[in-house]
C-alpha cells in the first residue's frame, strides 16, 4: 500500500474549504489525489460554522505546531496577509515541508527570501494560485514558454476590480454596491483596498515579472493606480470613443529596460483584453520566438483558486515519486536586481476629461498648448456641456508621460481656460 503524503492547511476560508473540498472527494480526478490526505487544519477560530467536516483534532489554531509537526510532509498556505504568513512558510521550509501557497502579497515581497531558503531546505515552493487564481500561468512561464525571450506581459490579473468595471460599463451599477457583491462572492482581498486601489495585481505583475524577465523585480518600483478615479462618465465616454477600460498590469521591455506598472487602461474594443469580462482574468505573453499566447479563465473565487492549489500539491506528489531532489524546472531561479524605468519615461497614449467654463478659443488654446509640449492629439472634442461649463476630452497619439503632464500642468494658466478641473486622466493602449 501507498503511504499518503500528509498535508497541514493554513486556513479554512474561501480558497482552504474549497482546496479542502477537491482533496475529500478526488473521485473522478486524478488517482494521485487519493495519496494526498489533509492531517490539520489550523485556523483563528475554532467555533466557526465550517462547509467542510474533519475528524477530531484535526482543527487546531495552533498554526505553529503544524508547521513544525515532523508528520506532514507538505504544508498550504491559505491564511493570507504577511504576517504570521511569511514566518510560518519560512518555519515549514526550515522542518524540510514543501509548501504551496496562494499569497501573491507573501511572494512579492518575500519570494527572494523563501526561495532562498527552500534552495537550501532542498524542498518546493509552487504559487500556481498566487496569478490568475485558477489559470496557469505560472507552470508556463516557467515550463513551456521559458525557451522564448519575453517581450512583454499584459495582464487583467484581478478579478474583482474586472468584475466591478464590467458591472459598471453593462449595468451602470455603482461602484460600492458591485464591490460589495465581489466580497460576498469571496473574490476580494481582506482589505478590498489591495484590489481597488491596484495593489494586489502589482503583486501580481511583480511574480509574472520576475519569472518571465529574468531580473528580480523590485515591488516598490512598480507604479501603481487603481481604479477610484474610474467614473461612470469616463466609461460612457470611453464607449463612445470606440474602448473599454481596464486595470492592466504591464510588464514590457523597452530599450532603456524593463517598465512594470498597473493603472485603468483604455483598450480598444479589437483588442483581445477588451472583451475579458466579469470575474475573468487575461494574460497577454508576447516572446519570441512563439509570438503572442493568451491565458484566459476565472481569476479569482474559492473553486477555481483550488483548483491550482491542488494541481500544485499533485505536482509535488508526482516529483517525490520520482525523485527526492527538486525538480529544477519547479524552482523559481533567483536573479539579480535591476532598476525599472520610471513611469515619467514610459510612452503612451492619453485620455484626459476637462470641465472648464465654455467660452471661444478654448479648444484652440488647449490643442496649442499640447502641441508646445510635443504632445500630438488625435482627438479632441467637446462631448457636453452644462450650465456654461464645457465638457472636452482628448485623445492623444503615444506621447512621452513627462510631456503630457508638463502641458496639463499648464492648461490652467492659459488665457480662454477659466474654472478648470481635470477629473479624469487615464492612459489608452499605446500604439505600436
Ligand atoms: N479568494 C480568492 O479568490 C483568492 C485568494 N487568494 C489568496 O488566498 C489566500 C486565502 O484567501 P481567502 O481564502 O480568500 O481568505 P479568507 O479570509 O476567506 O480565509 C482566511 C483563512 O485563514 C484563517 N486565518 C487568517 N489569519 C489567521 C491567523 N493569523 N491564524 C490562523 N488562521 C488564520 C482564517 O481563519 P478563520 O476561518 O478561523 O477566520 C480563514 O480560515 C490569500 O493569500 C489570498 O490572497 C488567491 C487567489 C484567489
Ligand atoms: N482578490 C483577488 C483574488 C485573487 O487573486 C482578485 O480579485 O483577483
Ligand atoms: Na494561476
Same mark, same amino acid.
Given at each position: !500500500?501507498?503511504?499518503?503524503?500528509?498535508?497541514?492547511?493554513?486556513?479554512?476560508?474561501?480558497?482552504?474549504?474549497?482546496?479542502?473540498?477537491?482533496?475529500?472527494?478526488?473521485?473522478?480526478?486524478?488517482?494521485?489525489?487519493?495519496?494526498?490526505?489533509?492531517?490539520?487544519?489550523?485556523? +483563528?477560530?475554532?467555533?466557526?460554522?465550517?462547509?467542510?467536516?474533519?475528524?477530531?483534532?484535526?482543527?487546531?489554531?495552533?498554526?505553529?505546531?503544524?508547521?513544525?509537526?515532523?508528520?506532514?510532509?507538505?504544508?498550504?498556505?491559505?491564511?493570507?496577509?504577511? #504576517?504570521?504568513?511569511?514566518? =510560518?512558510?519560512?518555519?515549514?521550509?526550515?522542518?524540510?515541508?514543501?509548501?504551496?501557497?496562494?499569497? +501573491?502579497?507573501?511572494?512579492?515581497?518575500?519570494?527572494?527570501?523563501?526561495?532562498?531558503?527552500?534552495?537550501?531546505?532542498?524542498?518546493?515552493?509552487?504559487?500556481?494560485?498566487?496569478?490568475?487564481?485558477?489559470?496557469?500561468? %505560472?507552470?508556463?512561464?516557467?515550463?513551456?514558454?521559458?525557451?522564448?525571450?519575453?517581450?512583454?506581459?499584459?495582464?487583467?490579473?484581478?478579478?474583482?476590480?474586472?468584475?466591478?468595471?464590467? +458591472? !459598471?460599463?453593462?449595468?451602470?451599477?455603482?461602484?460600492?454596491?458591485?464591490?460589495? /457583491?465581489?466580497?460576498?462572492?469571496?473574490?476580494? /482581498?481582506?482589505?478590498?483596498?489591495?484590489?481597488?486601489?491596484?495593489?494586489?495585481?502589482?503583486?501580481?505583475?511583480?511574480?509574472?515579472?520576475?519569472?518571465?524577465?529574468?531580473?528580480?523585480?523590485?515591488?516598490?518600483?512598480?507604479?501603481?493606480?487603481?481604479?477610484?478615479?474610474?467614473?461612470?462618465?469616463?466609461?460612457?465616454?470611453?464607449?463612445?470613443?470606440?474602448? /473599454?477600460?481596464?486595470?492592466?498590469?504591464?510588464?514590457?521591455? #523597452?530599450?532603456?529596460?524593463?517598465?512594470?506598472?498597473?493603472?485603468?487602461?483604455?483598450?480598444?474594443?479589437?483588442?483581445?483584453?477588451?472583451?475579458?469580462?466579469?470575474?475573468?482574468?487575461?494574460?497577454?505573453?508576447?516572446?519570441?520566438?512563439?509570438?503572442?499566447? !493568451?491565458?484566459?479563465?476565472?481569476?479569482?473565487?474559492?473553486?477555481?483558486?483550488?483548483?491550482?492549489?491542488?494541481?500544485?500539491?499533485?505536482?509535488?506528489?508526482? !516529483?517525490?515519486?520520482?525523485?527526492?531532489?527538486? &525538480?529544477?524546472?519547479?524552482?523559481?531561479?533567483?536573479?539579480?536586481?535591476? /532598476?525599472?524605468?520610471?513611469?515619467?519615461?514610459?510612452?503612451?497614449?492619453?485620455?484626459?476629461?476637462?470641465?472648464?467654463?465654455?467660452?471661444?478659443?478654448?479648444?484652440?488654446?488647449?490643442?496649442?498648448?499640447?502641441?508646445?509640449?510635443?504632445?500630438?492629439?488625435?482627438?479632441? *472634442?467637446? %462631448?457636453?456641456?452644462? &450650465?456654461?461649463?464645457?465638457?472636452?476630452?482628448? *485623445?492623444?497619439? &503615444?506621447?512621452?508621460? #513627462? &510631456?503630457?503632464?508638463?502641458?496639463?500642468?499648464?492648461?490652467?494658466?492659459?488665457?480662454?481656460? #477659466?474654472?478648470?478641473?481635470?477629473?479624469?486622466? =487615464?492612459?489608452?493602449?499605446?500604439? +505600436?
Amino acid at each position: !500500500m501507498v503511504e499518503a503524503l500528509k498535508i497541514g492547511l493554513l486556513g479554512l476560508g474561501t480558497v482552504g474549504t474549497a482546496t479542502a473540498g477537491i482533496l475529500l472527494s478526488p473521485e473522478s480526478r486524478h488517482p494521485l489525489l487519493k495519496e494526498i490526505e489533509i492531517a490539520k487544519v489550523g485556523v +483563528k477560530t475554532l467555533d466557526k460554522r465550517r462547509a467542510v467536516e474533519f475528524a477530531d483534532g484535526v482543527l487546531t489554531t495552533d498554526l505553529e505546531a503544524i508547521v513544525t509537526d515532523p508528520d506532514l510532509d507538505i504544508v498550504v498556505e491559505l491564511i493570507g496577509g504577511l #504576517e504570521p504568513a511569511r514566518s =510560518l512558510i519560512l518555519k515549514a521550509i526550515s522542518h524540510q515541508k514543501h509548501v504551496v501557497t496562494a499569497n +501573491k502579497a507573501v511572494i512579492s515581497r518575500y519570494g527572494e527570501e523563501i526561495y532562498r531558503a527552500a534552495a537550501e531546505a532542498g524542498v518546493y515552493v509552487l504559487i500556481e494560485a498566487a496569478v490568475g487564481g485558477g489559470i496557469p500561468i %505560472i507552470r508556463p512561464l516557467q515550463q513551456s514558454l521559458s525557451v522564448n525571450r519575453i517581450d512583454s506581459i499584459l495582464g487583467i490579473i484581478n478579478g474583482t476590480t474586472n468584475f466591478i468595471l464590467t +458591472k !459598471m460599463a453593462t449595468e451602470g451599477s455603482d461602484f460600492s454596491e458591485v464591490l460589495t /457583491e465581489a466580497q460576498e462572492l469571496g473574490y476580494a /482581498e481582506a482589505d478590498p483596498s489591495a484590489d481597488v486601489d491596484g495593489y494586489d495585481a502589482a503583486d501580481k505583475i511583480t511574480i509574472l515579472a520576475t519569472l518571465a524577465f529574468g531580473e528580480q523585480v523590485s515591488l516598490e518600483q512598480v507604479s501603481c493606480e487603481g481604479i477610484r478615479q474610474v467614473s461612470a462618465v469616463d466609461i460612457q465616454y470611453a464607449e463612445r470613443l470606440g474602448f /473599454e477600460i481596464k486595470l492592466l498590469a504591464i510588464a514590457q521591455r #523597452e530599450q532603456s529596460g524593463l517598465q512594470v506598472r498597473v493603472h485603468p487602461t483604455l483598450v480598444p474594443k479589437e483588442h483581445p483584453l477588451a472583451n475579458i469580462d466579469g470575474v475573468n482574468n487575461a494574460i497577454l505573453v508576447e516572446g519570441d520566438p512563439i509570438g503572442q499566447v !493568451m491565458f484566459y479563465g476565472p481569476g479569482a473565487g474559492g473553486g477555481a483558486t483550488a483548483s491550482a492549489v491542488v494541481s500544485d500539491l499533485m505536482n509535488i506528489a508526482a !516529483m517525490l515519486k520520482v525523485s527526492q531532489a527538486v &525538480n529544477p524546472l519547479l524552482k523559481i531561479p533567483q536573479h539579480p536586481r535591476r /532598476e525599472l524605468v520610471p513611469i515619467q519615461e514610459l510612452v503612451t497614449r492619453f485620455y484626459a476629461r476637462i470641465i472648464c467654463i465654455d467660452r471661444p478659443g478654448v479648444i484652440g488654446n488647449l490643442g496649442t498648448c499640447f502641441g508646445k509640449h510635443k504632445v500630438s492629439l488625435e482627438s479632441i *472634442v467637446q %462631448i457636453d456641456f452644462n &450650465n456654461g461649463f464645457a465638457e472636452i476630452v482628448v *485623445v492623444t497619439h &503615444n506621447v512621452k508621460e #513627462e &510631456n503630457f503632464r508638463q502641458a496639463l500642468a499648464e492648461i490652467p494658466h492659459l488665457d480662454a481656460i #477659466e474654472q478648470i478641473q481635470i477629473p479624469s486622466v =487615464l492612459r489608452v493602449l499605446r500604439e +505600436k
